[in-house]
Structures are given as structure tokens and as C-alpha cells.
């Protein structure tokens, strides 16, 4: 069975801060894997993804991802937070064992302040 | 592309009465993907569908949801009867056909169900 695990519910950053949202998974080799961004009122829209091939992925806003099979993690970054990336954040993994149901994290809450 | 549409945007009914949420995946998809969201649990698929079949409805909460997708290009989620526990937003969501396990999906924006 595959498995997201974002660490923190809530992440607080000021304006021009580094961003940083965690997530780990469970999973057998090759596990897909994806970010979404989901602002208020809306569905979720894809950030980035990793399949194969270099495993820094960029997405758009300027975020981007890197895909550590050692950790098995798929950290979320973005050097310099804006007022306008506050939004909640899900990683989520499909292909693992089989499985092409994708499989969400429990999402984290960005908070930027001014 | 149009993107995934769901209607309506918001439904307000009293407990008892039946509900029927609407979508309309993307033109070309083959998977379809009801999820509902809530605060206390987040994300919870409910059913997928793949060319227009069932494949998994094991997070259907019981007897009292239903869906079905008679075409390609809708899909309905019924509850009857509705329930306070069941206020949720309800998303569906479509995939591209091909490889399955690397297609992102593709959201619509949500049905906000309140049921008094």
C-alpha cells in the first residue's frame, strides 16, 4: 500500500522567506509524484510532478520539488514567498504496487504574512 | 478546454431530501474520480471510474450515496437520503487516458453540500 505524509498542518513564512513543505511517502519502486495547490473556493490544480528522469522538478509560481528515493521525501520549495502563494499545499503518490489510484496527504495550510 | 464542471456550486437542503451532484469531466478523459473534503478528515475518494465503469466504490460511505456515469461526459453522485454529516465539498475530478499512474488529475471547483 502506498502512503503521504505531510509534516505540519499549518506552515507560517513572511513575505521573501523561504518556503519549505514537507512530504514523505511510502511507496515501491517507481512511485509517481505530485504536488497541488488548492486557493479558497476552488478545486485543486497540479503544481508539479515527478515520474522519471532528473529529480529536481520545477512547476509553475516559481515552486519546485526534489525527489529523494533515500528519504523517501518530495519537499516542496520556493525561495521567496509571496502574498499570493497562500493557499493549502497536497503531495500526493500514484503507481506504487500497482496502484493507479493516487493517494493525497492530509494537505498543509501556507500562511504568508506581510 | 473548458476543464472539469460541476454543478451546482452550492446546494442547501433540509435532511431527508435526496441530492444529485453534477460533472462533466474533461472532453478525452477516461478516468473519473469523485473525492469529498472535509476538515476533519480532508481528501476522501469516494468512487473512481474508468471508461465509464465502476472500478473501486469502496469509499462510498453506504448504501445512501450512489454514482453512475452512463457516458463518458457526465457523471452523477446521488444521496438519498441526505444527512447533517454529510455537509462536505464534493469534487470531481478527470485523468487523461494512457499511462495511468503518471496523468495528473484535473479538478473541477466543488460542490459546497449543506444539508440542515
Known amino acids: 500500500a502506498q502512503s503521504v505524509t505531510q509534516l505540519g498542518s499549518h506552515v507560517s513564512v513572511s513575505e521573501g522567506a523561504l518556503v519549505l513543505l514537507r512530504c514523505n511517502y511510502s511507496?515501491?519502486?517507481?512511485?509517481?509524484l505530485f504536488w497541488y495547490v488548492q486557493y479558497p473556493n476552488q478545486g485543486l490544480q497540479l503544481l508539479l510532478k515527478?515520474?522519471?528522469?532528473?529529480?529536481l522538478v520545477k512547476g509553475i509560481n516559481g515552486f519546485e520539488a526534489e525527489f529523494k528515493k533515500s528519504e523517501t521525501s518530495f519537499h516542496l520549495t520556493k525561495p521567496s514567498a509571496h502574498m499570493s502563494d497562500a493557499a493549502e499545499y497536497f503531495c500526493?503518490?500514484?503507481?506504487?504496487?500497482?496502484?493507479?489510484?493516487?493517494?493525497f496527504g492530509r494537505g498543509t495550510s501556507l500562511i504568508v504574512h506581510p | 478546454d473548458a476543464g472539469v464542471i460541476q454543478s451546482p456550486r452550492h446546494e442547501v437542503t433540509e435532511m431527508g431530501q435526496e441530492v444529485t451532484l453534477r460533472c462533466k469531466p474533461i472532453s478525452g478523459h477516461n478516468s473519473l474520480f469523485w473525492y469529498r473534503q472535509t476538515m476533519m478528515r480532508g481528501l476522501e475518494l469516494l468512487i473512481y471510474f474508468n471508461n465509464n465503469v465502476p472500478i473501486d466504490d469502496s469509499g462510498m460511505p453506504e448504501d445512501r450515496f450512489s454514482a453512475k456515469m452512463p457516458n463518458a461526459s457526465f457523471s452523477t453522485l446521488k444521496i438519498q437520503p441526505s444527512e447533517p454529516r454529510d455537509s462536505a465539498v464534493y469534487f470531481c475530478?478527470?485523468?487523461?487516458?494512457?499511462?495511468?499512474?503518471?496523468?495528473?488529475?484535473?479538478f473541477g471547483n466543488g460542490t459546497r453540500l449543506t444539508v440542515t
Open positions: 515527478y515520474t522519471t528522469g532528473a529529480t
Open positions: 475530478a478527470s485523468r487523461a487516458a494512457g499511462r495511468l499512474y503518471n496523468s495528473p488529475l484535473h
Open positions: 500526493a503518490v500514484s503507481g506504487s504496487g500497482g496502484s493507479y489510484i493516487p493517494t
Open positions: 511507496s515501491s519502486v517507481p512511485p509517481y
